[in-house]
């Protein structure tokens, strides 16, 4: 599907493919394109688009280059977002002269955005410089309110951890499992994030060298330095919540270990108290003709005594020496 947008009054205007308004057309956007959408694309740009084996090759040299006067970006960016298992893949941006082409197939949020807002009111995307401008500092921000929202998440689950409430053993394991799988879930989307990151800083770095070579105007080199100001400062915090999460995990893990080691010492002390009635008990079994306390009245109620003296002392000294 090819979706395309043209200018008018400062404002992006949806246009009716690449008919008879094609030279009119600033940005055409492709989604999961057919052959012969590529084939279209390439006759009205006039150089040739990567395909998707293309497009997922991790390469720099294959990400990022410039070929028959057009520059080739390809960054990794999450769709589906809402939750914390989002759809990471390619997309790659050619801006060839006054034209830009958007290349995908998945559906990020930024792409639905910007070109609403962009038809709503004048943003400056007058050129396809700007354009590509302004759906990048899009794209950044919806990263940025991802990492947002994961780092209240994250927030929430360190308060689940160090200040539980509940004191039944069976509740907080169960407490403890959920927050192992929530913790791997936020994990798993900020190495996402950074991913997408890393690749957009890469992306903003090629590009602000391009158009400094081609001597492009002033706000645009500006603004790019901007985007690229604030990939790095989102990497950042992405890598501290990665760390955070990371420090919420082995604190978790220790919590576990705290319960864990807390029954076994409550078995360990068990066994240590009942050892000494079960060593009288045992004496006091054998069944030996000299036994001075076999026909004595008092023996039974004396090796109770017994008993109950050897399970009490041992008890006494744990609780004294702070052991329970």
């Not at 999961?32 to 040299?61: C, F, H, K, N, Y």
């Not at 893949?89 to 002269?97: D, H, I, K, Q, Y």
Request: glycine share 4%.
């Amino acid at each position: 599907m090819i979706r395309s947008f043209v200018v008018d009054k400062d404002r992006l205007r949806a246009s009716d493919g690449l008919g008879e308004h094609a030279d009119a057309v600033v940005w055409a956007d492709l989604l999961r394109p057919t052959d012969a959408d590529e084939q279209a694309i390439e006759a009205w740009l006039g150089v040739d688009v990567p395909t998707r084996e293309e497009m997922e090759e991790i390469e720099i040299s294959s990400r990022l280059y410039a070929e028959d006067g057009a520059l080739f970006m390809t960054a990794t960016l999450p769709a589906h977002t809402d939750d914390d298992a989002p759809s990471m893949s390619p997309v790659t941006f050619v801006l060839a002269g006054a034209r830009l082409v958007t290349i995908r197939y998945h559906e990020p949020r930024a792409f639905e955005t910007f070109p609403a807002r962009a038809q709503k009111v004048a943003t400056g995307c007058t050129t396809s410089e700007t354009i590509l401008l302004g759906l990048l500092e899009t794209i950044v921000d919806r990263l940025a309110d991802i990492l947002e929202r994961a780092g209240r998440d994250v927030d929430q689950i360190s308060r689940d951890i160090f200040q539980t409430t509940t004191s039944k053993p069976k509740k907080r394991d169960q407490n403890f499992q959920n927050l192992l799988k929530t913790i791997g879930r936020k994990e798993d989307l900020a190495s996402n994030i950074r991913d997408s990151l890393m690749t957009l800083q890469r992306l903003s770095g090629f590009l602000g060298n391009a158009l400094t070579l081609d001597k492009n105007g002033k706000d645009v080199r500006a603004r790019v330095k901007t985007l690229s100001r604030d990939v790095s400062s989102l990497s950042d915090h992405a890598a501290f919540m990665s760390q955070k999460i990371t420090f919420l995990l082995d604190a978790t893990l220790g919590m576990i270990n705290i319960e864990q080691n807390a029954i076994i010492k409550i078995f360990s002390v068990a066994a240590v108290v009942f050892l000494p009635p079960t060593l009288v008990a045992s004496i006091y079994g054998m069944n030996f003709d000299l036994m001075p306390e076999l026909k004595w009245t008092m023996g039974y109620p004396f090796a109770l005594f017994l008993m109950v003296l050897s399970a009490a002392l041992p008890y006494l000294y744990f609780k004294r020496r702070g052991w329970l």
